[in-house]
């Protein structure tokens, strides 16, 4: 039977029909499940690396052995990872090596908006761009044969709404694998080792390369012109196709598969044949600059937005404002005013990150953020973290400011502190905390140790005791690792003992230099079953006094009234209601509830 | 808009995390394409796991080009939430159907006063489109037995709105779901059918 997959899943399934043995990654929406999915199929090694820099090293070391590999990023992971991607495009591959990036155009769940299609340009190797889930099984195969073939990395560039849609891809068949005998590894010193002596000897294959893949990129059938009505012709890729389809589906189309390198001729001959020629693209003008660089008369982002997701919409209305389209949106009422009442995104009820951050706004410290769900902590009522920038940063930022202050701002006495999970201390926390105690600033860091990588679904990590495939493994020991790169305070702590928790950070906040605070206690999304204990609020000693609101645990709701309850001489006071089936007994709320009217119940 | 996507039917799905919005649009799809049709669903959750607004927009017909639908084109709007129902009400088309548990869900922005449910939303849905169904079907589908089952309830409300065989529609929650609750969901269907 058909099935349905998501773009992920089916370059998962792309990968393993090309025998993939061996893939590395680090977790990063919109990318996550494409290693979860492969790590499902048997003969493949999958494993969670702790950043993406290690996930494309792994895989360049496998790879030299001649099995094919994949390394899988979100586009800012890409970022991390692109000192080894430039330097692999000089020494080229043994086995076959895939890069799937996943970019997030709109931001959904990412710090930045960043168009990587540049990064396959900027590394001089050939890129695939998938338009739906179909083609993104095929041009993971495809960009295997161009690895192999033409000695390079190859990118395949996901987007978003490719990453987590969902559409019919034929007949999924695991039996399908086309198995390969590696050769195994051979010294190969001027391929794989980069003096400079060696690397410039490799550089001009860099050119070589790109003019033969050029001529690949004339003729693939990924690169395809669709001739209908001649007056106006698009070109187009990945997502930007389907709403160019929906939209205009009487124009000509040139759709582009294979986006570096562009096919030139084909663009050219394409651009004779129609009257208007129109570049419809998501993110930035990559195409129409190169197009416009072939001479060419060519419109664009004059017409199309350069931020966030295109749509179907925003396609038709820029076809309307080039005059090339008459009607193209339907009427819309928008909802009213009203209906715009926000649900932000929480810590969910009993995330053991609440505690940590209720006591730190005790302290009115600096507080140094970083990349998780803890980053929410940043959102009322907590409102616990003031920066946050790229993952592993909060300890090294946090650093910064300690040595600015040290030396040029004597007045401020504000303690300095980092908040970092355990998965982004391991991904790039460790280097930024090395830095911490070979300078010697006077930061308090606190790594919150959920004992999972949470914010992207409950994936392991070097501190787990798992791997991705569930084999059991040594948990790095967080608080030997920390002793031992030379902090010499270090403590741990329990999220969920309020007074504890601010004692213990009252108490390094007061002395010199630096120190560790690693919180326990697992994510509530990984703990199996009933709760042992819930929580209830006692009517009758509730004065309406709102302490435990302002730990903003979703469980919590006003409820009634309380008779002749007034607060700042106007407003009636409400009782708190605890939601029986949310409660995870944490009991933050019964700590902070001074009248000790909440209950277990 | 044009001949080759007049077949084409719309159906947005919302609700909060955790409530089952995904798994409703995955049956739905399959069922389309269980029917030898074409289906695209695409959806966005927000960054936290629990309580957050979600959305899924799934297509069928003969042939789905974009995998989301545009703004005044849902033929149905189908919704976990009374609130959401309001919050994607511009996504239906003149012509479209409401279809919304009366459950509400009240996020901690409301309880610390920072922000306001709205209010009227079952007035609102009537001024503005025609006969919504609304209905309590989280109580119904608790009297049935788990709170879970709102999920299939509401498929067989919009089962009736939508031109896929119902033998199709039992084949594929009998398989979505484990063994055990396989009884359970296709009673909650069949409710569902019978509220119009």
Redesign the interface.
């Known amino acids: ?2 099935k ?1 997959l998501t773009g992920n899943e089916a370059v998962a399934l792309g990968a393993y029909e090309s025998d993939v043995r061996v893939a590395s990654a680090y977790p990063g929406t919109p990318s996550t499940e494409i290693l979860q999915n492969l790590a499902k199929y048997e003969g493949v090694y999958s494993e969670w690396a702790p950043n993406e820099k290690v996930a494309m090293e792994v895989a360049i070391g496998a790879s030299m052995t001649g099995v094919r590999v994949l390394t899988t990023m979100k586009h800012v992971g890409l970022n991390v990872a692109a000192d080894p991607l430039m330097t692999l495009a000089y020494t080229g591959i043994k086995g076959g090596f895939v890069v799937a990036c996943a970019d997030d155009p709109g931001m ?2 990412s710090q930045n908006e960043q168009d990587n299609r540049f990064y396959a340009k900027f590394a001089q190797i050939p890129m695939l761009e998938p338009s ?1 889930s179909q083609e993104a099984r095929e041009m993971v195969k495809e960009a295997f044969e161009l690895s192999e073939t033409f000695d390079t990395p190859a990118m395949v560039r996901l987007t978003t ?1 490719i990453s ?5 891809v034929s007949t999924p068949d695991p039996s399908l694998r086309n198995s390969t005998t590696p050769k195994g590894f051979e010294r190969d010193l001027k391929k794989f080792v980069m003096l400079p002596g060696h690397a410039k000897l490799r550089q001009p294959r860099l050119l070589d390369r790109v003019e033969k893949l050029q001529a690949i990129s004339e003729t693939t059938s990924f690169n395809r012109i669709e001739y209908n009505e001649r007056k106006i012709g698009i070109i187009t890729s990945g ?1 930007s196709y ?2 160019v ?3 205009m ?2 124009a000509s189309i040139l759709k582009l598969g294979m986006t570096f390198p562009l096919p030139v001729g084909k663009i050219r001959s394409f651009a004779d044949e129609v009257t208007t020629l129109i570049v419809v693209e998501e993110l930035e003008p990559y195409l129409e600059e190169q197009v416009r660089m072939l001479g060419l008369d060519v419109k664009g982002k004059e017409f199309f937005p350069t931020t966030d997701e295109l ?3 925003r396609v ?1 209305t820029g076809f309307a404002r080039a005059g090339v389209l008459e009607t193209a ?8 005013p ?12 009993g995330c053991s990150h609440r505690g940590v951050f209720y006591a730190i706004k005790k302290l009115k410290g600096i507080v140094h953020g970083d990349i998780g ?1 803890y980053t ?1 902590g940043v959102l ?2 907590l409102q616990a973290i003031e920066t946050c920038v790229c993952m592993g940063a909060s300890i090294s930022m946090a650093h910064g400011t300690a040595k600015a202050m040290e030396k040029d701002i004597k007045g401020d006495k504000r303690p300095v502190f980092a908040v970092i999970g355990d998965s982004t201390f391991f991904h790039t926390g460790i280097n930024s905390l090395t830095n911490v105690v070979y300078n010697n600033s006077n930061v308090k860091v606190i790594i919150l140790d959920n004992r999972i990588t949470a ?1 992207t ?1 409950a994936q392991q990590n070097p501190g787990t005791g798992k791997t991705l495939q569930e084999e059991q493994t040594t948990a790095i020991d967080m608080e030997k690792l920390v002793t031992a790169l030379g902090v010499k305070r270090v403590r741990i702590i329990d999220p969920y003992d309020l007074e504890e928790t601010l004692a213990a950070m009252k108490e390094e906040a007061s002395l010199d230099g630096p120190s560790v605070l690693i919180t326990k206690r697992p994510c509530i ?1 990984i703990m199996r079953g009933a709760p042992e204990k819930i929580f209830e609020v006692n009517g009758k000693n509730c004065i309406g006094c ?1 302490m435990c ?1 302002k730990l ?3 469980a ?3 409820g009634d009234e309380i008779t002749g309850g007034r607060k700042n001489g106007k407003t009636a006071l409400k009782q708190s209601v605890i939601d029986p089936t949310l409660c995870t007994g944490c009991s933050l709320c019964e700590q902070v509830c001074k009248p000790g009217a909440i209950q277990e119940k | ?2 001949s ?2 007049a077949q084409i039917k719309n159906i947005l799905i919302v609700g ?1 995390g955790g409530q089952g919005v995904i798994l409703a649009s ?1 049956i739905l ?2 069922v389309a ?2 029917c030898g049709l ?7 959750h ?8 979600v959305t899924s927009h799934v297509r069928y017909g003969r042939k ?10 849902a033929d149905i709007l189908l919704s976990f939430e009374l ?1 959401e129902t ?5 996504y239906l ?1 003149p012509e479209g159907k409401v279809i919304s548990s009366r459950q509400q869900i ?7 006063g ?6 009227n939303i079952e007035q ?1 849905l009537r001024e ?1 489109t025609d006969k919504p169904i609304i209905t309590d079907a989280l109580p119904q589908a608790m009297e049935l037995g788990n709170p879970k089952l709102v999920n299939t309830l509401l498929l067989g409300m919009a089962s009736n709105f939508l031109d896929l065989p119902v033998e199709q529609w039992k084949m594929v929650i009998e398989n979505s779901v484990p063994p055990r609750f396989k009884e359970l969901n296709l009673t909650a269907f069949d409710a569902g059918r019978s509220l119009q």
């Open positions: 039977m058909k349905i959904h769940s739906d709404r987590h849609s969902k559409g019919v997502i389907q709403y389809k929906e939209t589906p009487s749509s179907t919409d038709a949106v339907p009427p819309v009422t928008p909802p009213p009203e209906a715009n009442m926000p649900r932000p995104p929480l810590m969910c009820a769900c929410l009322p009522p914010m679904g999304q709102g609101q903003g645990c979703p919590i709701s006003l | 808009m044009n080759s996507t909060c995955e799809s399959y394409v269980s074409d289906a695209k669903k695409s959806e966005i927000g960054m936290s796991q629990r309580g957050g607004v789905i080009a974009s995998p989301t639908i545009m703004e005044g084109s609130a309001l919050r994607w009400i511009s088309k009240v996020p901690p922005i409301v309880s610390t920072l922000a306001a449910y709205p209010e609102i503005r």
